[in-house]
């Protein structure tokens, strides 16, 4: 399996040793030095860790991109993957805003690209009457001795 891998940070060393545990050959991308160097040493597999999309060959081809970097930007990034990838893995916060989110989906949709987010729970038919109210909501958490809510 051939992984593009954009983020080399705590996420994407969480991804890197998931696809240890199968043959892949990964590409990452990842700005800091010190993150690539990381990910190179955990992942005992085929990894080439550059650090910029531009550094990557241009004629090549992914069964999956997997974005684990903060949400900064991320609609740019997905837009420059999707030519090179047939699927993607968007981990969240997908975008800085419900409009980047909603062009983001767009993107995709057009793409004809399978993608999936970890945010499988808002899809849920019980969650249609929140979608089509449009929100923003804001739950309150009142208990004690249970954390972050």
């Known amino acids: 399996?051939?992984?593009?891998?954009?983020?080399?940070?705590?996420?994407?060393?969480?991804?890197?040793?998931?696809?240890?545990?199968?043959?892949?050959?990964?590409?990452?991308?990842?700005?800091?030095?010190?993150?690539?160097?990381?990910?190179?040493?955990?992942?005992?597999?085929?990894?080439?860790?550059?650090?910029?999309?531009?550094?990557?060959?241009?004629?090549?081809?992914?069964?999956?991109?997997?974005?684990?970097?903060?949400?900064?930007?991320?609609?740019?990034?997905?837009?420059?993957?999707?030519?090179?990838?047939s699927a993607l893995l968007v981990e969240k916060p997908l975008e800085q805003s419900r409009t980047r989110v909603r062009r983001l989906t767009e993107v995709v949709d057009m793409s004809g690209v399978p993608a999936w987010a970890n945010h499988y729970r808002r899809t849920l038919p019980g969650y249609e009457d929140l979608r089509r109210a449009g929100g923003p909501f804001v739950i309150s958490v009142s208990s004690g001795g249970m954390g972050l809510g």
């Open 1 to 85: 399996m051939k992984v593009l891998l954009i983020g080399g940070g705590r996420m994407g060393q969480r991804h890197l040793s998931g696809l240890a545990s199968i043959d892949a050959s990964v590409v990452l991308v990842e700005p800091a030095e010190e993150a690539r160097r990381a990910c190179a040493a955990a992942f005992p597999g085929a990894l080439v860790a550059v650090a910029s999309p531009a550094d990557v060959d241009g004629a090549a081809r992914f069964d999956v991109a997997i974005f684990a970097t903060t949400a900064y930007g991320r609609l740019e990034c997905v837009e420059w993957a999707l030519p090179r990838s």
